[in-house]
């Protein structure tokens, strides 16, 4: 089992993850991931980054959650099954931190990789609609727009000091909907993209404001997208290239 693993295998926590992924054709189907960064961490925190992964394989399984906590000569692993927690340690030994990055990373990569290449499977089965086009073009440019905006200022809160970077990223087989979803929250946009049964591509995005609930609010932009839903989906995947910096460990 994968979680006897996490308590058996001699280097344990991160490294016993990605070899059960590897060598196992169920759990390399991640049906659902969430990436939290610095969701706790504040400015001027001694905390240089914390990072929170979460996998959810199915109702049967308890959710795995890896918590790393980069500090200035130190880092800090915990590894929790549902709400136990199974691992707890603190690393100050280069070469274990510098390996232990690279396991979180390619864990991270892989599976994006791989949502992307199930969104991408179906970018090319598209239907004209010139009643649609209009919409689709707008939304493209708006796209295009908010993306390069946000770009800016994801670039700069990971070359300045003075800002913190944060940002939530969900993926793969929603537990609840069934449906495959990509969704990012980073400064002011909440956005959610939707593969749908017909192969469109359903995009949802708040601009949130502080102190309203999203539920109180109307998305800025919401459709299902046909015709130019590849353009759609290549700003979104530009801007999470633009993260990646900010979402490697």
């Given at each position: 089992m994968l979680f006897d693993l996490f308590?058996?295998?001699?280097?344990?926590?991160?490294?016993?993850?990605?070899?059960?992924?590897?060598?196992?054709?169920?759990?390399?189907k991640y049906p659902w991931m969430a990436l939290?960064?610095?969701?706790?961490?504040?400015?001027?925190?001694?905390?240089?980054?914390?990072?929170v992964l979460n996998s959810h394989f199915s109702k049967e399984t308890p959710p795995v959650s890896f918590q790393l906590a980069e500090m200035e000569k130190a880092m800090a692993q915990h590894v929790f099954q549902g709400k136990e927690k199974i691992y707890s340690g603190i690393m100050k030994n280069d070469l274990e931190m510098k390996n232990?990055?690279?396991?979180?990373?390619?864990?991270?990569?892989v599976f994006i990789e791989k949502e992307i290449k199930t969104f991408t499977s179906a970018m090319n089965i598209s239907e004209f609609s010139p009643r649609q086009l209009d919409a689709e073009d707008k939304a493209v440019e708006w796209v295009r727009?908010?993306?390069?905006?946000?770009?800016?200022?994801?670039l700069e809160s990971l070359t300045n000091p003075e800002y913190l970077f944060q940002t939530f990223f969900f993926a793969g087989e929603n537990p609840k909907t069934?449906?495959?979803?990509?969704?990012?929250?980073?400064?002011?946009?909440?956005?959610?993209f939707l593969l749908l049964e017909d192969k469109?591509?359903?995009v949802i995005i708040y601009n949130v404001r502080p102190g309203e609930k999203l539920v109180d609010q109307k998305p800025v932009l919401s459709g299902d997208?046909?015709?130019?839903?590849r353009e759609i989906f290549d700003q979104f995947i530009n801007l999470l290239s633009a993260l990646s910096k900010g979402m490697h460990a």
């Open positions: 308590k058996k295998h001699p280097f344990a926590r991160l490294e016993s993850f990605y070899i059960a992924h590897n060598h196992n054709e169920t759990l390399a939290a960064i610095n969701q706790r961490t504040i400015s001027d925190s001694v905390l240089t980054k914390e990072l232990t990055r690279v396991l979180f990373n390619n864990i991270l990569d727009v908010s993306f390069e905006m946000l770009t800016k200022a994801v069934k449906m495959h979803e990509m969704r990012l929250i980073c400064f002011n946009l909440d956005m959610t469109n591509l359903r997208y046909s015709f130019r839903k």
